[in-house]
């Protein structure tokens, strides 16, 4: 691969930590809560999942050890991060601490 300054490094010492590759095709659909579906992994940091929510559906606020990015993909949804509540549409992410209080709603459309 090329290398480019941006990608360069960082300030530490490179890490020799093996990847870890998922099939995303393989992961467990779990329904959380009736409309809720998720299908998601974990890294000692990090939380990736997709969720698919249906119409008047509702992600209880709570908080994990793990950052979370948010990233909506299709249709729209109410998200609360700290105690902040915007609509998120197409397009829109939202980058979510460690541990900071969280959740999410749909109305008449899924998400």
Partial sequence: MASTK???GGEGDSSDEQAT???WTSL???EVVQGLQIQAFTSSHVMVSVVRLEPDTE?????HDEEQIAFVIDGELEFE???VTRILRRGDAVLIPSNVP???R?????C
């Fill in 6 to 8: 941006y990608f360069s």
């Fill in 21 to 23: 590759w998922i099939d």
């Fill in 28 to 30: 467990p659909s779990l």
């Fill in 59 to 63: 992600a209880a606020v709570h908080w």
């Fill in 81 to 83: 991060v700290g105690g």
């Fill in 102 to 104: 969280h959740g999410a």
């Fill in 106 to 110: 749909t109305r008449e459309g899924s």
